[in-house]
């Protein structure tokens, strides 16, 4: 892991050295970065990081909404909206082929070298759009070089891989060279949350109403994280949401990478008090009290479907396919098997 990031505590908070931070990212590189509006960016570190953003799109009542990063909108609002009007469902979709296009192909007119960091296909069918729209513009632009990632992680550990990409570019790795490395780094970034409740989990599908029903009654939380394709899985059941909070401390103190040059990133859907609390608990550990830490509200496209009152805390750490379940064991062997020899 590499161990010479420039980020400082106080170039996450305030906007002038981030500023300083994204031009001694990315003054050297010779890589164009595109990436999508879910990762959960703080204010300020697209702009100075240099990349371009695709950003995705979500219904709401008033109709077809533009994930701007909350430029132009304010999360409590948001969510405060949702924790009023429960029946009330938002939704989102992927991004056409198209919108991928007209992307990619400024980029190709341009004619540097480019990577696109997307959101992890075990999310959403987002990345097959951008793979179709890679393989359209290979067609147009023989010669340009276009390498499309999928994170396999999601939110603002999605943001965490894209900040190092930067870097590891600034350093004079080229696009083929950081695709190569992305794809082995990304799996030792996690990512770990929990819910104030189930119910836009059920509402969107991806729990049963009756059992987001009984986790209400009988005060469950659970700690969730995801999968090697990015899909969410379930880490345990919490008695309460202070026992949910602290599982998630135990796991960043099991998986932690211990390098303090490499930023954190603790984002919520409208939870700032209990994201506050998991910095604090961050901070009292051993190594972490000057680490950066980047704090930041969860996109309405992400947060659709966990609600208000979720909070998660993500971190480079332990390589994620060392420690697989199972039934994960299986598959990769099933995948490794249908190979061509």
């Given at each position: 892991?590499?161990?010479?990031?420039p980020?400082?505590?106080?170039?996450?908070?305030?906007?002038?050295?981030?500023?300083?931070?994204?031009?001694?990212?990315?003054?050297?590189?010779?890589?164009?970065?595109?990436v999508?509006?879910t990762?959960?960016?703080?204010?300020?570190?697209?702009?100075?990081?240099?990349?371009?953003?695709?950003?995705?799109?979500?219904?709401?009542?008033?109709?077809?909404?533009?994930d701007?990063?909350?430029?132009?909108?304010d999360?409590?609002?948001?969510?405060?909206?949702?924790?009023?009007?429960?029946?009330?469902?938002?939704?989102?979709?992927?991004?056409?082929?198209?919108?991928?296009?007209?992307a990619?192909?400024?980029?190709?007119?341009?004619?540097?070298?480019?990577?696109?960091?997307?959101?992890?296909?075990?999310?959403?069918?987002?990345?097959?759009?951008?793979?179709?729209?890679?393989?359209?513009?290979?067609?147009?632009?023989?010669?340009?070089?276009?390498?499309?990632?999928?994170?396999?992680?999601?939110?603002?550990a999605?943001?965490?891989?894209?900040?190092?990409?930067?870097?590891?570019?600034?350093?004079?790795?080229?696009?083929?060279?950081?695709?190569?490395?992305?794809c082995?780094?990304?799996?030792f970034?996690?990512?770990?949350?929990?819910?104030?409740?189930?119910?836009?989990?059920?509402?969107?599908?991806?729990?049963?109403?009756?059992?987001?029903?009984?986790?209400?009654?009988?005060?469950?939380?659970?700690?969730?994280?995801?999968?090697?394709?990015?899909?969410?899985?379930?880490?345990?059941?919490?008695?309460?949401?202070k026992?949910?909070?602290?599982?998630?401390?135990?796991?960043?103190?099991?998986?932690?990478?211990?390098?303090?040059?490499?930023?954190?990133?603790?984002?919520?859907t409208?939870?700032?008090?209990?994201?506050?609390?998991?910095?604090?608990?961050?901070?009292?550990?051993?190594?972490?009290?000057?680490?950066?830490?980047?704090?930041?509200?969860?996109?309405?496209?992400l947060?659709?479907?966990?609600?208000?009152?979720?909070?998660?805390?993500c971190?480079?750490g332990?390589?994620?396919?060392?420690?697989?379940?199972?039934?994960?064991?299986?598959?990769?062997?099933?995948?490794?098997?249908?190979?061509?020899?």
């Amino acid at each position: 892991m590499p161990t010479d990031s420039p980020l400082t505590s106080a170039d996450a908070q305030d906007p002038t050295d981030v500023k300083r931070v994204g031009r001694a990212y990315h003054q050297r590189r010779n890589v164009r970065f595109i990436v999508d509006s879910t990762a959960d960016y703080a204010p300020g570190v697209t702009d100075a990081l240099g990349v371009e953003v695709i950003p995705f799109t979500y219904m709401t009542p008033e109709g077809e909404q533009v994930d701007d990063l909350w430029a132009t909108s304010d999360p409590h609002e948001f969510y405060e909206a949702m924790r009023k009007n429960p029946t009330v469902h938002y939704t989102t979709s992927a991004v056409t082929p198209g919108r991928y296009y007209e992307a990619f192909e400024r980029a190709a007119l341009d004619g540097m070298p480019t990577v696109y960091i997307g959101l992890s296909g075990g999310l959403s069918s987002s990345i097959d759009s951008a793979r179709q729209a890679q393989e359209m513009i290979k067609e147009r632009y023989p010669g340009f070089e276009l390498y499309v990632l999928d994170t396999t992680c999601d939110s603002a550990a999605g943001e965490l891989l894209a900040i190092e990409m930067v870097h590891q570019a600034s350093l004079g790795l080229s696009a083929e060279g950081l695709y190569a490395w992305a794809c082995d780094a990304r799996y030792f970034v996690h990512g770990y949350f929990t819910l104030d409740s189930f119910d836009s989990l059920a509402a969107g599908g991806r729990i049963p109403p009756a059992a987001a029903n009984v986790g209400s009654k009988l005060d469950i939380k659970p700690e969730l994280s995801y999968d090697l394709t990015g899909a969410l899985t379930l880490r345990g059941m919490c008695r309460g949401r202070k026992k949910a909070l602290k599982a998630i401390i135990q796991d960043f103190r099991d998986n932690y990478a211990h390098d303090a040059s490499l930023p954190l990133a603790i984002v919520s859907t409208d939870a700032e008090k209990d994201a506050d609390w998991l910095e604090r608990e961050v901070r009292k550990e051993e190594g972490c009290e000057d680490v950066t830490i980047i704090r930041s509200q969860v996109s309405p496209i992400l947060g659709s479907h966990v609600g208000p009152g979720m909070v998660a805390l993500c971190f480079w750490g332990t390589d994620r396919r060392e420690k697989l379940s199972l039934t994960d064991r299986i598959a990769r062997k099933v995948r490794k098997g249908r190979q061509p020899s």
